[in-house]
């Protein structure tokens, strides 16, 4: 099975350079493609929009894009090709999962990326070797367990520079503590388990406080001027600390309850369908319940567990657990039944 393994590195001032040159060229070539799709009465496949970025480098408006390696941005046009074959699926219901919209235009203050495959990239001694941008030095926090087939820089809205590599991954075989494990997910106490133990959530009030009074300060100010631009770096910021936060929490909850059962169940929440209760919409969001379930599956297929969504229609608040005896729908104040 595939992995996705990604370092935090912090590049020279040439390497910064070089590396907003490219991100430039990457989405340049994806909004003239997208731009030209859009204008198509037939959609063109990946082969006629690389035939005319190579026209397009003749030209002497984009004659710059031969500057950096073609690698990202011919991986750039496929990202395009498969947006959009997604898309129609999506809509003739052969993707499973809801409605996808559109590809939309890249933008510069958005999060940036550039997808190198095997022929343009090298890990050696520590270092990662870029077509056209040189030796990287990432911040190993953990070894390759494979060689990657390849690899994507990226300079997120913060202006923090990650590479992740895909690797290919062997299940790991650990026997487990117990059995099987229930598990209900819910906003003051984020996780309930059969067993009898609670998981609190991180509190994220504090930030969330901060974010609010930096939108409020950002929506006054000028568009286009320095200081707002500084405003939106610290937005995204604080937006990425508390994705941090929820992350770490996430992983290690995700962890110790994959590893410690065989049997993992999980219901399956209608999350977009909460989030329009306006009330609640932004303490739900903060919480991160399908990046949970997610974690949780894909643990799950790692270790050789089993992992099961209970189907979100289920009364399971209104059946025994023991004999099976269904009572029906009760108030929300009754928080214990003798049945």
């Not at 690389?50 to 480098?57: D, E, G, I, R, W």
């Not at 495959?117 to 926090?141: D, M, Q, R």
Request: charged share 25%.
């Amino acid at each position: 099975m595939k992995a996705r393994y990604q370092y935090r590195f912090y590049p020279t001032d040439q390497q910064r350079q070089s590396l907003a040159q490219l991100f430039g060229c990457v989405r340049v070539v994806w909004n003239d493609a997208l731009a030209f799709c859009k204008q198509s009465e037939k959609l063109p496949g990946y082969n006629k929009l690389s035939a005319m970025l190579t026209q397009a480098k003749k030209t002497e408006d984009r004659k710059w894009l031969s500057e950096v390696s073609s690698v990202p941005l011919q991986q750039s046009l496929r990202n395009l090709d498969v947006a959009y074959r997604n898309f129609f699926n999506s809509r003739n219901g052969k993707r499973k999962g809801g409605k996808m919209g559109n590809p939309r235009f890249k933008k510069k203050t958005n999060q940036q990326s550039a997808e190198f495959t095997k022929a343009a990239f090298s890990v050696k001694a520590g270092f990662v070797y870029l077509a056209k941008i040189g030796n990287l030095k990432p911040i190993w926090s953990r070894e390759l367990p494979s060689e990657p087939s390849s690899c994507t820089v990226i300079k997120d809205c913060a202006n923090r520079y990650f590479i992740s590599f895909v690797v290919e991954v062997e299940p790991i075989e650990i026997n487990a503590k117990n059995q099987s494990i229930g598990i209900d997910l819910g906003i003051k106490t984020f996780a309930v388990m059969s067993n009898g133990e609670k998981a609190q959530s991180p509190n994220y009030a504090r930030i969330d406080r901060k974010i609010r009074k930096l939108q409020r300060k950002l929506a006054r100010q000028q568009k286009g001027s320095n200081r707002r631009n500084k405003t939106r770096i610290r937005v995204a910021k604080k937006h990425h600390q508390i994705n941090d936060i929820r992350k770490d929490f996430l992983h290690n909850l995700s962890t110790k309850v994959v590893s410690e059962n065989q049997t993992i169940a999980l219901e399956d929440l209608n999350v977009s369908g909460m989030l329009k209760n306006r009330k609640l919409a932004r303490v739900i969001s903060l919480q991160g319940w399908r990046e949970f379930r997610v974690l949780c599956e894909a643990k799950s297929d790692k270790l050789g567990r089993t992992f099961h969504a209970i189907n979100r229609w289920e009364p399971t608040s209104q059946i025994c657990s023991d004999c099976g005896f269904r009572w029906g729908k009760i108030d929300l104040s009754v928080r214990s039944i003798l049945c």
